[in-house]
């Protein structure tokens, strides 16, 4: 009797479902009723109409149209990568990201054609023009893969790509040349065989809006390269300017031969490392160098000795470089040794991983305050010595492949679920960006008045400070969160608190910064930013930069 009450007993509860489930709280009840995807696509729909309210014209009633689509196409891209019918092998601790990811271009080129116009350099405006249309062309390009591999074939979201897609196409008709669309659809080509090769030999590296801001990037840059490649008698300009094109191409090439490369051969002998070394060496003297000194009219290394040694600040602050590097090594060594000690399984917490941001605003700062320029050529060697670091780790090459391995191995996140470890790199890329991209042309004697003086602080802002804050008051003290995020009030709180005081001390250090009492726009902006790093899952150290570079160039 008694076991047949138990029967009736397990098949009521087997009934009910939830019987002895423990049922979440009502705040956890009403925090997962948000989706963090719609409050992610609001706050960049705010950033696209703060621009289409300062600007105002046919390109930026495009961008209206491309937000609009791209939200539509988003969640088409995220049922393919929770079904696992994508066409490659996406990161799947985020979402797609193909919003924010889809308008980072084509605001970019709108607030720079603005700066342009304004100072009347007819060149970079047109140039600007083809930024905004080639952003548009591409994240049209990431929709139509999400259209075609979807079944049932979505007909709402088709009738909403195509309107977008023929009023993109409309503009692009009536505002640029026959030239200007040739090499809009030159770096669209260049972008669908670079996704091909990239997507293929680095499985969950990239979300699809993190491949197209990258690759993009990439496929932009190569395309120029070429273009003045072809035109030496047109180059002209800052030779500091060359420098990371150069750069960028050259590691692409490096890492595309040896990943094809060492699909045929192992790359952990020393015959196969010591030909890794001579083919690098091959590469940087008897391409890389002549190349950029048909660019820069002097053989590199020569250039590159006056330029550091103009004066003494410079020396200066090459040495205090050097010392916070040694510092950061210090730091990894340290927490490896304590690993070693500790349990296997010891991780670096945040806390520890956002020691390396405040070691990077250290960096970046007096380089702001002092010395552009050769902030600029600093940062661009840097990103080539952690390209180079991280093939000799993902390729295991000898001497030090397997040691970077285990050093680097401490500071995984759930970002780093492919081959290759990024985060440090997305970090120099935060801070860099807003300095590389800097229209110096457009400026008149390289200084932007309002907002605009902020703009190379932009990556200090976000990344440095705002990121670093956010992450160690809402992980600390953190308790209400976001609806949606495990992300916290306080800690948005606190970093938008934090980037004013930052503010403020830049005005108080850099002369040549003058807002013009633009104090709100510049609050408005960096909240907005903090927003959007509560809400994306996107790497914020590589969109947040970007973002408010474009808001504080409004």
């Not at 939200?71 to 019918?85: I, M, N, P, T």
């Not at 390009?141 to 079944?151: C, E, K, Y």
């Not at 909403?160 to 026959?178: D, E, M, R």
């Not at 970090?427 to 807003?434: D, F």
Request: proline letters at 4%; aromatic letters at 10%; one cysteine or more.
């Amino acid at each position: 009797m008694c076991k047949g009450i138990a029967i009736i007993c397990q098949k009521r509860v087997d009934r009910c479902g939830c019987l002895f489930t423990r049922r979440p709280p009502p705040q956890e009840q009403r925090l997962q009723l948000v989706n963090p995807v719609y409050v992610e696509s609001a706050v960049v729909l705010a950033v696209v109409l703060c621009v289409h309210m300062a600007i105002w014209n046919q390109h930026s009633w495009c961008s209206i149209a491309l937000v609009i689509q791209a939200f539509y196409v988003q969640h088409k891209w995220d049922r393919l990568l929770k079904s696992g019918a994508a066409v490659f092998q996406f990161r799947l601790s985020a979402n797609s990201g193909i919003v924010p990811a889809s308008m980072v271009m084509p605001l970019m080129g709108l607030v720079l054609r603005e700066k342009c116009s304004a100072s009347g350099n007819v060149y970079f405006e047109r140039f600007s023009m083809v930024i905004t249309i080639t952003g548009m062309m591409l994240a049209l390009f990431l929709s139509l893969i999400a259209l075609g591999v979807t079944r049932p074939v979505p007909t709402n979201t088709c009738i909403v790509a195509g309107l977008a897609g023929s009023a993109i196409l409309y503009t692009t008709k009536q505002t640029l040349t026959v030239s200007e669309v040739i090499e809009v659809l030159e770096v669209l080509l260049i972008f669908v065989y670079l996704c091909l090769i990239v997507l293929y030999l680095l499985p969950r590296c990239f979300t699809p809006g993190e491949a197209l801001l990258i690759v993009g990037g990439i496929s932009f840059i190569l395309n120029q390269l070429i273009k003045r490649s072809l035109n030496l008698a047109e180059v002209k300009g800052d030779p500091v300017n060359y420098f990371l094109p150069v750069v960028v191409v050259g590691s692409l090439l490096l890492g595309v031969f040896f990943a094809l490369l060492f699909c045929f051969m192992e790359s952990e002998t020393w015959v196969s490392s010591l030909f890794f070394h001579m083919m690098t060496a091959v590469l940087v003297l008897g391409i890389l160098m002549p190349w950029l000194s048909l660019f820069i009219g002097r053989h590199p290394i020569m250039w590159l000795l006056d330029f550091v040694t103009l004066n003494d600040r410079r020396l200066c602050l090459l040495g205090y470089w050097v010392f916070l590097a040694i510092v950061a090594t210090c730091v990894v060594l340290h927490q490896n040794y304590q690993r070693q000690s500790g349990s296997k399984k010891h991780q670096a917490s945040t806390v520890v991983r956002k020691y390396f941001h405040l070691i990077v605003v250290a960096t970046y700062v007096p380089g702001l305050i002092y010395d552009r320029q050769l902030l600029h050529v600093a940062s661009v060697g840097c990103l080539a010595v952690f390209l180079l670091l991280e093939y000799v780790r993902y390729f295991r090459i000898l001497p030090f492949g397997q040691l970077l391995r285990q050093l680097l191995t401490l500071f995984l996140d759930e970002r780093d679920s492919g081959p290759l470890i990024l985060t440090h790199i997305y970090l120099l890329l935060g801070m860099s960006l807003p300095i590389w991209l800097f229209p110096g042309p457009c400026a008149p004697k390289g200084i932007l008045t309002g907002a605009g003086g902020l703009v190379p602080y932009a990556g200090v802002l976000a990344v440095g400070v705002g990121d670093t804050v956010a992450s160690v008051f809402g992980s600390t003290m953190g308790e209400i969160r976001w609806p949606g995020t495990r992300k916290t009030l306080e800690g948005t709180a606190t970093s938008v608190f934090a980037q004013i005081i930052a503010v403020v001390m830049f005005l108080i250090f850099d002369g040549s910064i003058n807002l013009n009492s633009t104090y709100s726009w510049i609050v408005g902006s960096i909240t907005l930013v903090a927003l959007l790093e509560a809400y994306t899952s996107q790497i914020d150290n590589l969109l947040l930069p970007l973002y408010l570079f474009i808001l504080l160039l409004l």
